[in-house]
């Protein structure tokens, strides 16, 4: 009697630990997924950011030459 009481315990505590390591095995996959998903979005983001500096590097270089001109209009006038 003693033994099968043993047995059904460990039986007991044997499904519990599959059903905890199936959790886990979602649980990574879905962290895996959400990482890809993340890593993704900041290279997105990356990319647009890089984008946004050159093109305010251009607006500045124009904006500078504006500048430059109109104070050489000022001068020669």
Same mark, same amino acid.
Do not use: F
């Given at each position: 009697? @003693?033994? $099968?009481? $043993?047995?059904?315990?460990? =039986?007991?505590?044997?499904?519990?630990?599959?059903?905890?390591?199936?959790?886990? @095995?979602? /649980?990574?996959?879905?962290? $895996? =997924?959400?990482?890809?998903?993340?890593? /993704?979005?900041? =290279?997105?983001?990356? /990319?647009?950011?890089? %984008?946004? @500096?050159?093109?305010?590097?251009? /607006?500045?270089?124009?904006?500078?030459?504006?500048?430059?001109?109109?104070?050489?209009?000022?001068? %020669?006038?």
């Amino acid at each position: 009697m @003693i033994d $099968k009481e $043993k047995a059904d315990g460990a =039986d007991h505590d044997l499904r519990k630990l599959e059903q905890r390591v199936e959790e886990l @095995i979602h /649980a990574c996959s879905y962290l $895996k =997924d959400e990482n890809k998903s993340l890593r /993704a979005r900041q =290279d997105s983001l990356v /990319a647009e950011r890089a %984008t946004l @500096i050159e093109k305010t590097e251009l /607006a500045r270089t124009r904006v500078e030459a504006m500048i430059t001109r109109l104070k050489s209009m000022e001068t %020669t006038q």
